[in-house]
C-alpha cells in the first residue's frame, strides 16, 4: 500500500481524484484499497526551543554562545498535534510499504514533508512526486511520474 503525504489538502484532494476508486474519507486521511492520502497543512513539525537542548540556553548569555542545536530535535506544532499523530500512525501502518512525498516542487515543499518523514524515524522507501499544475491531467501525469525521493 502507497501513503501518499501531500503539503496541503487541496493537493491532497487533487491525488485522491486523479488516483480514482473507492476512497473512504477518515479525519485526516483518505484511505482506498491500495493507497491512503493525508496531508500536512504548511509546517507541521518545528525544532524545538533551545533549553530543550540545555538548560543553560532557556536566559541568553553571551558565555553559551554558540549554542549547540544539533541534532536538530523536532516535535509538533501545537496547532497541528492531532494530524501529525495521524500522519505518524499512517507512516508506522504494516500495509504501508512505500511514501509518496507530494510536496510542493520547490525547497520549502521539500523540507515540510521530510521534517515529518525525519521526525517519524520513517525507514521506508520514498518517492517523490512534483506536481506543478493541479488540473486532474497534469496531476496524472505526475502520478505516473514517480522519482525517488533523494
Not at 530535535?73 to 511514501?99: C, F, H, M, N, W
Not at 518523514?117 to 522507501?125: F, S
Amino acid at each position: 500500500m502507497r501513503l501518499f503525504i501531500a503539503e496541503k489538502p487541496a493537493v491532497a484532494n487533487d491525488i485522491v481524484k486523479a488516483l480514482g476508486g473507492n476512497f473512504t474519507r477518515h479525519d485526516g486521511w483518505f484511505e482506498s484499497d491500495n493507497a491512503i492520502v493525508t496531508n500536512c497543512f504548511g509546517h507541521i513539525i518545528e525544532s524545538q526551543p533551545p533549553e530543550n537542548y540545555n538548560p543553560e540556553y532557556k536566559a541568553w548569555k553571551v558565555e553559551t554562545l554558540p549554542l549547540r542545536l544539533y541534532p536538530v530535535k523536532y516535535q509538533p506544532v501545537e496547532s497541528a498535534a492531532k494530524q501529525v499523530k495521524t500522519i505518524l500512525e499512517l507512516i508506522r501502518r504494516g500495509d504501508v510499504t512505500e511514501i509518496v512525498h507530494a510536496g510542493d516542487p520547490d525547497d520549502e515543499g521539500q523540507l515540510l514533508v521530510d521534517e515529518v518523514l525525519e521526525y517519524a524515524g520513517n525507514t521506508k522507501p520514498v518517492k517523490r512526486v512534483l506536481i506543478n499544475d493541479n488540473t486532474l491531467p497534469a496531476v496524472k501525469k505526475a502520478l505516473a511520474n514517480l522519482k525517488d525521493n533523494r
